[in-house]
């Protein structure tokens, strides 16, 4: 029934009784990128945050991880691959990195994380930097520059 519902006609009605409280609300909503810093909370609120930011890291960086396998194992659609890759990656430092281990054929330069620690290097990441992959960013290790992911 909730589902059913048009939530235009809860807004009105919201906006009619408590128009300084709804303008407020309306307006954080549709600042820029607010969506994406409040989503993680709200699914995290709902347990549901691992699938999200598992299925964010497949749509952000599957083509990066894509890309080093072909590398690794020089699969024929790697130079493919490589060609739609940098104008797909969210993240230049990101893109410089990988393209600059590749060069130097230092694959895989790309691991994934439980989150607390660099899975090359065992070095404690700052707090800032578990944060920032638990949202389904890459980070780059300080300590061996590598490519760190959240584990899906
Ligand atoms: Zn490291």
Redesign the pocket.
């Known amino acids: 029934m909730l589902v059913q519902a048009d939530p235009r006609q809860g807004i009105t009605t919201w906006e009619q009784l408590d128009p300084e409280g709804s303008k407020r609300f309306l307006t954080l909503l549709r600042q820029q990128n607010i969506r994406q810093q409040v989503e993680p909370h709200l699914l995290a609120l709902f347990e549901i945050a691992p699938d999200y930011v598992r299925r964010l890291i497949e749509h952000r960086w599957g083509f990066l991880l894509k890309l080093q396998e072909a590398d690794i194992h020089l699969s024929p659609e790697r130079e493919d691959l490589y060609a739609r890759a940098k104008a797909r990656c969210p993240d230049t430092r990101i893109w410089t990195c990988y393209d600059a281990a590749r060069r130097a054929k230092r694959l895989p330069v790309i691991?994934q994380t439980s989150g607390n620690?660099?899975?090359?290097?065992?070095?404690l990441l700052p707090m800032r930097q578990q944060q920032h992959l638990k949202n389904g960013n890459a980070i780059i290790?300080?300590?061996?520059?590598?490519i760190?992911l959240l584990k899906g």
């Not at 620690?117 to 070095?123: A, E, I, P």
């Not at 290790?141 to 590598?146: A, E, Q, T, Y």
């Open positions: 691991f620690s660099c899975s090359k290097c065992h070095t290790c300080d300590n061996c520059d590598k760190l």
